[in-house]
């Protein structure tokens, strides 16, 4: 069956370090994966996207790497702050024939926090 | 600039009634979607129009369920004689158009069924 996991535990780290965030999927052929941000009470917010055909994206303190082979994405915060504390969802989009069709699936989250 | 809204942000209905959700989506996105969020998972894709076509309705969980964008930009989405287990949060995204393009999300309906 398709399954897509991110760490289903809360990650607490420490202001300052780098956060890394898992996200496996299984029985799915994506041709793009994008990783958005929830806070409590709100809609999700995009942060980054990744194409099939890339390895690695960067924004500012955030990177994204996108690995087809092994079905995995690791997203990462470097010089982590309180303010940074959220749950992180990636979600998959893929294509049907030459389009593309922006539904997503999503995993179910993983919840980070930050202290000061 | 203004972004989704969604109205209500809550709505509490009997067991057994009619709601209607609405989306106004951001004025010109082509593309606009519907997902249901159970509280500690990730949001779940229910259908998605282009303009005013409702292309893929494959996550709607039941007949129960319907959505319309009659003029290519407000949408609603229906739930008929709603039970316990629709009780969840109904986000709404508008995007620019279908593909890889990020979706903007609005602050989504919180529905409890009693």
């Known amino acids: 069956s398709q399954k897509i996991e991110q760490n289903s535990e809360a990650l607490n780290i420490q202001e300052g370090k780098t956060a890394t965030l898992t996200c496996n999927y299984t029985?799915?052929?994506?041709?793009?994966l994008q990783w958005y941000r929830q806070d409590p009470g709100r809609g999700p917010v995009f942060l980054l996207l990744?194409?099939?055909?890339?390895k690695e994206k960067r924004k500012e303190r955030l990177k994204v790497t996108f690995d087809t082979t092994l079905k995995q994405s690791l997203f990462h915060i470097t010089a982590s702050q309180p303010a940074d504390s959220a749950t992180y969802l990636c979600?998959?989009?893929?294509?049907?024939?030459?389009?593309?069709?922006?539904?997503?699936?999503f995993g179910q989250g993983t919840t980070l926090q930050v202290k000061p | 600039g203004a972004g989704v809204s969604q109205s209500p942000r809550y709505k509490v209905a009997k067991r057994g009634q009619d709601v209607a959700l609405r989306c106004d989506p951001i004025?010109?996105?082509?593309?606009l979607f519907w997902y249901q969020q159970a509280l500690g998972q990730g949001p779940e894709f229910l259908t998605y129009?282009?303009?005013?076509?409702?292309?893929?309705k494959s996550g709607l969980p039941s007949d129960r369920f319907f959505a319309e964008r009659p003029e290519g930009s407000v949408s609603t989405l229906k739930i008929q004689r709603t039970q316990q287990e629709d009780s969840a949060v109904y986000l709404c995204?508008?995007?620019?158009?279908?593909?890889?393009?990020?979706?903007?999300f609005g602050p989504g309906t919180r529905l409890t069924v009693t």
């Open positions: 995204a508008s995007s620019l158009t279908g593909g890889p393009y990020e979706q903007y």
């Open positions: 029985n799915y052929s994506p041709a793009y």
């Open positions: 990744i194409r099939e055909n890339e």
């Open positions: 979600a998959l989009g893929w294509r049907i024939g030459s389009s593309n069709t922006g539904k997503l699936i």
């Open positions: 004025s010109g996105h082509v593309s």
């Open positions: 129009f282009q303009n005013e076509a409702q292309l893929d």
